[in-house]
């Protein structure tokens, strides 16, 4: 049926232009003899010389392949090429024409009349015919749309909303800040202004959608453009950021919900790949604790730079399973080693290093959740700290090229013992900094959007359950990061680094958990303290009001790269070192968990001093929560 629907619309096409050449060849002398009767002989001679017209025309139309196009389409490349197709065939005609008659009753006037009147005459059609099809496609329904960004992706986006038959939506206007485009059209649908004027344009133009077509958006940008769409309650989609656009191809499929990531999230990390590749190619790689947020990220992105060999260390068999069935479907021909085990056992690590020979280690593993760790010392200790100094020591006495802790931004001025935890294994690897060849490089970062047990999770369940959701305090904020540019930069990190250096990674602006909220409530279609509510409950044991990436102490230096700082190292006493881990390795054998926590204050005294100030806000938080 669709090849006869072909062969029909081709055969009317040839018809159409056939009979367009004798129209063009006899309405040239009719122009040219003042648009009276043609005299004789100039109408013998212009009837014997029109076969030699048709078939010259129709032989350089059909070479010029003017019936391979669609007239529903017809674009200014197929008016050029009608163009290159007359003039070569009107050349050829004058040609022949001349070699029968020697041009004895032909008007040189008739030649290029002819040509522009069939040039007309083939043209037009083929353009009105368009406009007809695509007028019917303005006036169909569909959900009004405001389309945000008048660039190519948004002009992509209009033309295949367009030509969408289903016709979800009709784009009624373009809004862009770019003053030059303002007033302007592009598929008959005007720019009406810039972004500030998306609350008027809703009312007035009754707009149904806002569609944001601007892939290349930074994030200050894209809370710009959803403040205004919420403030006009109209819902918000979005096309995704450039790079993970598929093919690059704009479409009405792209769309999606603007997600926390659009709001949160920073311009795309720039990274000396070559170097990373040329640090990782062809090595042995182990990642411990690597099923968990940041270390499942981090085997994605190691995966993909050729290492001779990929090791996960992790006690979670759900976790490990599920990364080892996602990399054996992406990379099917890594060679991928999965351990399940745990990175405290020193019998687990040694194996792992003995058999694996791995050359770098990235040490993830570790418990992260603030609130449970204040009752868990022991657990904390155990894993933080106790697992990073055997894991660190072994790594040191085979020989590693390179040891990376993930280390957090809560190890800075500690008022938590996740924190002193984090802050302690920190120091744990400056003190194995030097005892071998092995580099120890620390990276320091703030949460990371979306990880197991963080804050985005709980929020979106608590919506899911119809709220309220949980706020500690109204001026509480975090620094946050997407898995993937923390990832990144972690990888980046890891070969800038000589050996002893704690490397803190740019997280921009903190952000209010509070602002976090009322946001993820508006993405989810609810309205903030209407349909969903925000309870303030005052900060939990542990909690800071915010968090720090250095510490006084430290002194910052440019490493040359826009989003990595180092933070020159504290001084340490080794030998107090060594008797706090080994306070500690006692304390847990006989599970006594108030000599570990005087352990850990010993290793960490900015802990105590942060406790006491953190222990005095949260009462005058829980005072005030009262009060209200």
């Not at 920190?426 to 979306?450: D, K, M």
């Not at 847990?588 to 005087?598: F, G, L, R, V």
């Amino acid at each position: 049926m669709k090849i006869a629907a072909k062969l029909r619309s081709r055969g009317a096409a040839v018809t159409h232009d056939v009979l367009m050449i004798p129209i063009a060849w006899l309405g040239a002398y009719w122009l040219r003899f003042n648009l009276e009767s043609i005299p004789e002989p100039y109408l013998g001679q212009a009837l014997a010389m029109l076969p030699v017209v048709l078939v010259i025309h129709v032989s350089v139309f059909l070479y010029f392949g003017l019936y391979r196009g669609v007239w529903r389409f017809a674009s200014i490349p197929d008016l050029l090429r009608i163009g290159q197709a007359v003039l070569i065939a009107t050349a050829l005609s004058s040609v022949a024409i001349f070699l029968f008659t020697r041009m004895d009753f032909i008007p040189r006037s008739v030649i290029p009349l002819s040509a522009l009147l069939l040039v007309f005459l083939l043209g037009g059609p083929r353009f009105i015919y368009r406009w007809l099809k695509d007028r019917r496609l303005y006036e169909l329904p569909g959900k009004k749309a405001l389309i945000i960004g008048a660039g190519s992706a948004g002009e992509m986006l209009v033309r295949d909303m367009l030509r969408d038959r289903q016709r979800e939506f009709q784009p009624v206007a373009f809004v862009d800040d770019d003053v030059g485009k303002r007033g302007r059209e592009i598929h008959g649908i005007r720019v009406a202004g810039g972004v500030g004027r998306i609350p008027r344009l809703v009312s007035k133009l009754g707009v149904d959608v806002a569609l944001i077509a601007a892939p290349s958006a930074t994030s200050k940008q894209m809370r710009r453009i959803v403040d205004a769409c919420e403030t006009s309650n109209v819902p918000v989609r979005t096309l995704p950021r450039i790079g993970d656009l598929v093919g690059g191809q704009v479409s009405i499929k792209e769309m999606r919900d603007v997600h926390i990531e659009d709001l949160l999230g920073r311009e795309a990390v720039e990274l000396d790949w070559s170097g990373i590749r040329g640090g990782l190619a062809g090595k042995s790689v182990l990642v411990t604790g690597g099923g968990g947020s940041i270390g499942s990220e981090l085997c994605r992105q190691i995966a993909g730079l050729n290492p001779t060999r990929l090791v996960v260390l992790e006690r979670s068999e759900f976790n490990l399973y599920s990364i080892d069935l996602e990399l054996a479907r992406t990379f099917p021909e890594l060679e991928r080693v999965m351990l399940l085990g745990d990175v405290c056992r020193p019998t687990t690590v040694e194996s792992a290093l003995t058999q694996y020979k791995p050359d770098i280690v990235f040490h993830a593993a570790a418990y992260k959740h603030v609130p449970l760790l204040e009752n868990q010392v022991e657990a904390g200790v155990w894993n933080n700290v106790l697992g990073t100094w055997t894991a660190a020591s072994l790594a040191s006495d085979h020989g590693c090229e390179t040891f990376v802790l993930i280390s957090s931004d809560k190890a800075v001025n500690p008022a938590n013992i996740m924190g002193a935890t984090k802050r302690a294994a920190e120091i744990c690897c400056q003190y194995f900094h030097g005892r071998s060849h092995t580099r120890f490089i620390t990276v320091r970062f703030g949460n990371v959007l979306g990880s197991t047990g963080s804050v985005i999770p709980l929020f979106q369940t608590q919506i899911a359950n119809g709220g309220p959701v949980t706020v500690t305090d109204p001026n509480v904020t975090r620094y946050f990061m997407t898995a993937a540019e923390a990832t990144q930069l972690i990888l980046q990190a890891s070969v800038m680094g000589k050996g002893g250096e704690i490397f803190v990674l740019d997280m921009g602006e903190p952000v209010k958990i509070s602002y976090l909220a009322r946001q993820l409530i508006l993405l989810s279609g609810k309205r903030p303290d209407e349909d969903i509510g925000i309870a303030y409950i005052g900060l939990r044991a542990g909690e800071k009001l915010y968090e720090e990436l250095f510490h006084r102490d430290e002194k910052l230096v440019d490493t040359g790269h826009a989003k990595i700082l180092l933070a020159n190292s504290r001084t340490i006493d080794k030998k107090i070192v060594e008797r706090t881990i080994a306070n500690l390795h006692e304390a847990n054998s006989t599970s006594d968990a108030t000599k570990m926590e005087k352990s850990l204050y010993a290793l960490v005294p900015e802990h105590s001093i942060q406790v006491a100030q953190v222990n005095d806000a949260s009462q005058n938080t829980a005072a005030l929560a009262t009060q209200k």
